[in-house]
């Protein structure tokens, strides 16, 4: 479903006039997509969304504001209707409470060539999460890995030239698995996203795992039919229902928000979208194979995975899908 530029730049502005309902703790994340009739999604309704941790009743809902643990949500702002939405979302990186052998176990083993959606993770940090695949630096034409923030670097303090393991150091990887080193990242901006500059030791091509060549860059678009090749889950399909979303997430023990949010659901309830080690995925636009998200975070309940809009990514961090042969 296409959105008019017009409509587009009205959904931002009523999801800036939103957004100061981040400050409830009860809200996880906002953005501009499908509405909902009955907990099912209708494409021709289009709403500002707020998704909760939990949803009250009518009088839960009464009491809790006059209490001021919450806050009420209008029913429309500038001309949208609202919809509540139930969801809590974390980060997607792999731990060893969340360990798992991938359905294709090969994602889990030591690759060369590599591709996107196999296991990665920093030097430090007992964990795995996704190479999501190969960019160029904009400035030099260096070759790198572009994954996520919490893959790659994990740590408020992580230093410039830290050793990145394939696989992770949760399936076995060591030093003598170094590919690449932390090279900048993305969280100033608001967004959970690093890039790794490869060391030459194997090389990394421009295909997903079980998906083919990646063919550029594109646009999330709300129906559009996504796939991804995780570390966790492998292939997984979705549907995007939400765009320029805004959420709040906690890493560790710190609250951040993180921005240009893509929401992406199953194509139906008994599909499963993404889980905890799917972290760096890229999502595919099906019909083109051009990355359009960069998944980072998702929610078992109800199942939704959420991804960074891959074009804003790369142009904070100055860099280029490389497209497959």
């Avoid at 090389?203 to 709300?222: I, M, N, P, T, Y």
């Avoid at 890229?282 to 309940?301: I, K």
């Avoid at 990514?313 to 860099?319: E, G, K, N, P």
């Amino acid at each position: 479903m296409r959105i008019d530029r017009m409509t587009l730049a009205h959904a931002r502005r009523a999801l800036r006039e939103a957004r100061h309902h981040l400050y409830d703790p009860n809200v996880t994340l906002i953005d501009f997509g499908h509405g909902q009739v009955g907990g099912q999604c209708v494409e021709d309704k289009l709403a500002i969304r707020f998704h909760v941790r939990r949803k009250l009743t009518p009088l839960a809902l009464e009491a809790a504001v006059e209490a001021r643990r919450t806050a009420d949500v209008p029913g429309s702002i500038g001309g949208f209707t609202t919809d509540v939405i139930q969801g809590t979302f974390h980060p997607h990186r792999g731990w060893w409470t969340t360990w798992s052998r991938p359905r294709a176990e090969t994602r889990a083993d030591r690759r060369d060539p590599m591709k996107g959606g196999i296991s990665i993770s920093d030097e430090r940090h007992n964990a795995y999460g996704t190479l999501g695949g190969l960019v160029a630096d904009r400035a030099t034409g260096a070759r790198m890995i572009l994954s996520n923030w919490h893959v790659l670097a994990a740590e408020w303090n992580a230093r410039v030239g830290q050793r990145i393991y394939q696989p992770g150091r949760l399936d076995g990887g060591t030093s003598a698995d170094t590919v690449a080193s932390l090279a900048r990242d993305a969280m100033g901006a608001d967004l959970d996203a690093a890039v790794a500059t490869l060391n030459g030791s194997r090389r990394l091509v421009a295909e997903q795992v079980d998906l083919g060549a990646v063919r550029g860059v594109g646009r999330a678009e709300l129906g559009m039919e996504l796939a991804k090749s995780g570390r966790r889950t492998g292939v997984t399909f979705g549907v995007v229902r939400g765009v320029e979303g805004v959420a709040n997430l906690t890493y560790g023990f710190v609250g951040r928000v993180i921005r240009k949010v893509v929401t992406i659901e199953p194509r139906s309830a008994v599909e499963e979208v993404s889980a905890g080690g799917d972290s760096g995925s890229w999502w595919l636009d099906r019909a083109t194979m051009r990355a359009v998200g960069l998944h980072f975070a998702g929610s078992d309940s109800p199942e939704t995975g959420l991804a960074l809009d891959m074009q804003e990514v790369l142009d904070q961090l100055q860099v280029d899908v490389v497209v497959g042969g």
